[in-house]
């Protein structure tokens, strides 16, 4: 892969696309909103009511901007933002979400002004894009504005791709986030035009390669979050690699169900069983040990006020739902983590949002940061919940911005933004 560093920029135009989808938080309360495990639909709200939570994936893509910056090149950044929801542009653009907030928090870090265009590549782009001078910075309007972004249609996606590639001489790709999106501002414009990979990409391809041939033993892997279903192909692909499999959170319940567990009101994905019976049952056969809760804490509602209650033992009754996992599996995880020489981390092991229930993710952060070898952590959830524990910078490896990106790279899949910038031009 050719890198953004090699390519000659002075005086053109670059396309950065760029990971911004930074959750955004409630001003009136603390339930983080955005990129990660929140309902559809909250990411929609007005401007001006939500501020960003976490800006992690902004600061993950100064490098490749300042670079291409001090190197005299025009940087006009794409980026997408949330889940604009209508069947065409106009209705998209007007319930947004734009990426205001977002432009600002960039110009504040690179201190310089960042230039919003009012669409995507439409007018507004056109003109700004025109009228650059080198070392200026620009950011299209949410690249989900246009229907034609995540079209299965190659053509109407190719439609975009060609005005996008117009605006810019050279593309960058740097948005590790999206990489696994087969969309027109990730697969079809880098095949337009001169491309490379950015900084950023080309650090977590690093990372994660190290993962998948050859990491240090005892390799222990930590899963969580809400769904199960997000993650039973990467379990899969593990399943022969790592030495243990630590399982929490949302998926854990799943597990336990398929173990016979009373899971009670906890989140449950009842049609996942066969599958999670078939990974047991492989992991058992490869020799993998797959650690599951032994105690929870719960409650009888979904709520950051909620009152917690620590249940021991695996089952859980009816009319709780567990939201962490409880002390005893925070202590058994940690002598899982003892003596690994590689970790890879990927959903919170509990509703860390609330504060009453974050102490299972507190406690893993705790006990990874302590391994000395390679470990990462990825997933946007759980890169934002580590930043926001206040532990020691260097305390992981790497910090992954791509959630389902890494999980697809670790999968064995062929992400379809690295395959773009692999082609030849
Ligand atoms: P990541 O973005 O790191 O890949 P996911 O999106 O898979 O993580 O999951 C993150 C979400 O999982 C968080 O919002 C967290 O509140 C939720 N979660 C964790 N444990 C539970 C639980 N026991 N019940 C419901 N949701 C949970
Ligand atoms: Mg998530």
Redesign the pocket.
């Known amino acids: 892969m050719k890198r953004a560093e090699d390519l000659e920029v002075g005086g053109r135009t670059v396309l950065v696309r760029a990971d911004l989808n930074v959750p955004m938080e409630d001003t009136g309360g603390s339930r983080a909103v955005g990129s ?2 929140s309902p559809p639909g909250q990411e929609s709200a007005p401007p001006g009511q939500h501020r960003i939570a976490d800006d992690g994936r902004i600061r993950a893509s100064l490098p490749t901007i300042r670079d291409l910056l001090a190197r005299e090149a025009a940087v006009i950044v794409c980026a997408h933002f949330g889940r604009p929801k209508g069947d065409d542009y106009a209705a998209r653009a007007a319930g947004g979400p734009s990426l205001r907030p977002v432009a600002d928090r960039l110009a504040e870090l690179l201190g310089r002004p960042v230039t919003l265009a009012s669409d995507v590549a439409g007018e507004s782009a056109r003109v700004i894009a025109s009228t650059m001078a080198a070392g200026e910075v620009a950011l299209l309007e949410n690249v989900r504005f246009e229907p034609a972004e995540t079209s299965k249609d190659d053509q109407v996606r190719g439609e975009l791709a060609g005005r996008l590639a117009a605006l810019a001489d050279v593309y960058v790709g740097d948005g590790f986030g999206a990489m696994h999106r087969k969309h027109a501002s990730v697969y079809d414009t880098p095949l337009l035009l001169p491309h490379a990979a950015g900084q950023l990409v080309l650090a977590e391809v690093g990372v994660l390669r190290q993962l998948t041939s050859s990491p240090a033993q005892p390799y222990v892997v930590v899963l ?4 199960v279903s ?1 993650k039973l192909a990467v379990i899969g692909n593990l399943v022969g690699k790592a030495d243990r499999l630590l399982i929490a ?2 998926m854990a319940y799943t597990f336990l169900a398929a173990q016979g567990h009373q899971v009670g009101g ?2 449950l994905q009842a049609d996942q069983i066969p599958q999670v019976t078939t990974a047991l049952a492989d992991a058992d056969k490869a020799g993998v040990e797959v650690v599951l809760p032994v105690d929870h804490v719960v409650a009888d509602r979904f709520a950051a006020d909620a009152e917690p209650e620590v249940v021991h033992g695996p089952d859980i009754p009816d009319g709780k739902m ?3 996992i409880g002390p005893a599996t925070s202590d058994l995880f940690r002598r899982k983590l003892s003596d690994a020489k590689t970790v890879f981390w ?8 609330f504060p009453a229930f974050a102490a299972g993710t507190l406690a893993v952060a705790e006990a990874i940061s302590h391994v000395t070898g390679l470990t990462v952590v990825g ?5 934002a919940a580590v930043r926001h524990l206040n532990l020691p910078a260097g305390a992981f490896t790497h910090i992954s911005t791509g ?1 389902g990106a890494s999980l697809e790279y670790l999968e064995g899949r062929e992400l379809p933004g690295l395959a773009a910038l692999e082609a030849e031009t």
């Open positions: 990660g495990g969580g979050g809400a769904k997000d959170g949302g906890s989140i567990g939201l962490d990927n959903g919170p092991p509990g509703v860390f949002e997933g946007g959830d759980s890169a959630g």
